[in-house]
């Protein structure tokens, strides 16, 4: 009896431990999964941030907009580099370009490595100035879900001249006054990119001009550039996948109600030779642990996930 006794008690002491351990581990996961929130930096600070790392790009018959992803000193001056879409630069040739800047000086800009990014809708421009401006931070690991609330800046090409709106106005002599920042949803995120890199489609306004401005998120990082408008005149033509494909008709018609973008991660890989030092590799969440289920990415096989 003191023996089966004896037996009974050390099962139970092996089975606490184990008990116990098991709770250890858990609480150990939870403290990994469950981080701190740290709270968005407020739509006026993201404005702000915008109207500062924004560029309009003139080229000899249009312009479009850009973003200063870098700044490299060389000898007295300082070299920017200022991410935009090829479609923006590809008109113009040699010293055609000319960059404004957020305090209204104008720069002569080169566009460099045509090559360097294939079929993607992606150009690097470069200008030189004594002056200092502000770099954008960059997002370098994905972390967007379907319902961010994403900032899109940029310098439209043309605006209505009144509020009637019976007559538009060509903003090219503007300056910063033809500046513009939207709001609104990551609504789509691709499991596999359009043609030209195409990936992330989301309900803000954009207008002829902002190609190329920044897709901000709620810290202020750049998480995408602009590229294409809602409604496009190419019709389902426009989503055609980069193995050939297209969407469903149904997919298409919640498609083409999005403005869509380049995430700047499609970027990142061809930049590891600049090596810039403005990346975040780490976003602290900004979500409602609770709310965290609606919030997903795209399963893998997934086409998109949309946001109605």
Same mark, same amino acid.
């Given at each position: 009896m003191t023996r089966k006794?004896?037996?009974?008690?050390?099962?139970?002491?092996f089975l606490s431990i184990i008990f116990w351990l098991f709770l250890e581990i858990t609480e150990f996961?939870?403290?990994?999964?469950?981080?701190?929130?740290?709270?968005?930096?407020?739509?006026?600070?993201?404005?702000?941030?915008a109207q500062q790392v924004t560029v309009r790009i003139f080229t000899k018959d249009?312009?479009?907009?850009?973003?200063?992803?870098?700044?490299?000193?060389?000898?007295?001056?300082?070299? @920017?580099?200022?991410?935009?879409?090829?479609?923006?630069?590809?008109?113009?040739t040699g010293t055609d370009y000319h960059i404004l800047t957020q305090?209204?000086?104008i720069h002569p800009a080169q566009w460099i490595s045509p090559e360097?990014?294939?079929?993607?809708?992606?150009?690097?421009?470069?200008?030189?100035?004594?002056?200092? @401006?502000?770099?954008?931070k960059l997002l370098e690991n994905r972390q967007l879900w379907v319902g961010d609330l994403l900032y899109a800046a940029g310098f439209p090409n043309w605006q209505w001249h009144d509020e009637t709106q019976t007559r538009i106005n060509n903003t090219r002599d503007w300056g910063l006054k033809a500046f513009r920042l939207t709001t609104g949803r990551l609504a789509m995120q691709l499991d596999r990119p359009l043609e030209e890199g195409y990936q992330i489609g989301y309900t803000n306004e954009i207008e002829s001009g902002m190609s190329g401005g920044p897709i901000l998120n709620q810290h202020g990082y750049l998480v995408g550039i602009n590229g294409r408008l809602k409604y496009p005149l190419g019709g389902i033509d426009t989503f055609k996948f980069t193995d050939g494909k297209f969407p469903r008709w149904s997919e298409f018609k919640q498609m083409?109600?999005?403005s869509w973008g380049i995430p700047i991660e499609t970027v990142l890989g061809f930049l590891d030779s600049e090596k810039p030092r403005n990346r975040v590799s780490f976003l602290p969440p900004?979500?409602?642990p609770t709310a965290v289920f609606f919030l997903t990415k795209p399963r893998s096989g997934e086409a998109f996930r949309y946001l109605g």
């Open positions: 006794f004896a037996i009974r008690l050390l099962i139970r002491i996961k939870l403290s990994i999964n469950l981080p701190t929130i740290s709270p968005p930096i407020g739509s006026d600070r993201v404005a702000e941030i249009s312009a479009g907009s850009g973003v200063i992803i870098q700044q490299q000193q060389h000898n007295s001056t300082i070299l @920017y580099t200022v991410l935009t879409n090829r479609h923006v630069v590809e008109d113009s305090d209204g000086a360097k990014f294939g079929n993607l809708d992606i150009a690097l421009v470069k200008f030189s100035s004594s002056r200092s @401006y502000p770099v954008v083409e109600r999005l900004t979500v409602n």
